[in-house]
């Protein structure tokens, strides 16, 4: 698929599953993406091989987020354009079967939805981030010494250079 060309719902042979028990999440990403970053996260991202654990497309203004290898929907954000320029995220959805994401967390589940837009979908570095999801993994599993490439793998995958 060109890159310029927009991942769509149908572009994954495995098929989607949408969220089966949303629910909303109260906290959000602060951030607000450029103009050219809301083009780029529009155009979404699949996943290249088996170390990549997201798959992203939009549809209208919300981002579906979900797990490359099941297909299970996880995030579901919608986003507006600012006033000044840009735009946010205003609401999002995220996965409350444990048996699909084990997030139970708001402020795990509000740091993991902007690394996966900044990172994979974005390919920025997004140490701040990473860091964030290093410091709530371990806060959150008692696993203090747990290397954080091992959490940051586990939880985000890589991202293909194609």
């Keep these: 698929m060109p890159a310029d060309e927009p991942v769509t ?60 290898w099941t297909g299970n929907g996880v995030f579901a954000a919608t986003f507006a354009p600012v006033a000044d320029g840009g735009w946010r995220i205003v609401s999002a959805m995220v996965e409350r079967d444990a048996e699909r994401y084990r997030g139970t967390d708001d402020a795990y589940d509000c740091v993991m939805l902007e690394l996966v837009i900044s990172a994979i979908v974005l390919g920025e570095p997004a140490a701040d981030l990473r860091s964030k999801l290093v410091e709530l993994t371990r806060r959150g599993s008692g696993a203090t010494d747990a290397p954080a490439g091992l959490i940051q793998h586990s939880a985000l995958g890589l991202r293909s250079n194609s």
């Design 9 to 68: 719902r149908s572009a994954f042979s495995g098929g989607v599953q949408p969220i089966s028990v949303p629910r909303p999440m109260p906290q959000l990403p602060q951030r607000i993406w450029s103009d050219e970053d809301w083009r780029r996260i529009r155009l979404g991202y699949a996943s290249q091989d088996m170390d990549e654990k997201w798959d992203v497309f939009a549809e209208g203004e919300v981002v579906f987020l979900h797990r490359s």
